[in-house]
């Protein structure tokens, strides 16, 4: 069955940097637009960034524009989000997620994306 693991979460000062991997098996994943998404304690789940099935185009959310970058390998079948000068504001369960569909739209809206990791968390302290 599909699977999407993240890894790499922790916990890092503002400032500080953390890479989030998401290893993905039992899809094709070269086929798959791959997002990632997050939620904050008390919040909904958030769009953060997207990325096109070989990378050539990504989408990002405003406040994380600049400061994350997410890419891909498809001969690792492994998504990565790349966070830098993280803020408090950045503290939240970071989720990859696989969208299947063949148009080039790079969905934000979380109920298009079909497979979802269980989550990864990353807090960002003072």
């Known amino acids: 069955q599909v699977q999407l693991a993240e890894s790499g979460g922790g916990l890092v000062q503002a400032g500080g940097s953390l890479r989030l991997s998401c290893a993905a098996s039992?899809?094709?994943?070269?086929?798959?637009?791959m997002g990632w998404f997050r939620q904050a304690p008390g919040k909904e789940r958030e769009f953060v960034a997207a990325?096109?099935?070989?990378?050539?185009?990504?989408n990002y959310l405003d406040s994380v524009k600049g400061r994350f970058t997410i890419s891909r390998d498809n001969a690792k079948n492994t998504l990565f989000l790349q966070m830098d000068s993280l803020k408090l504001e950045d503290t939240a369960v970071y989720y990859c997620?696989?969208?299947?569909?063949?148009?080039?739209?790079?969905?934000?809206?979380?109920?298009?994306?079909?497979?979802w990791g269980q989550g990864t968390q990353v807090t960002v302290s003072s």
């Open positions: 990325i096109s099935w070989r990378g050539i185009f990504t």
């Open positions: 997620a696989a969208e299947s569909s063949t148009n080039t739209i790079l969905f934000r809206d979380e109920s298009r994306y079909e497979y």
């Open positions: 039992g899809l094709t994943f070269s086929r798959y637009k």
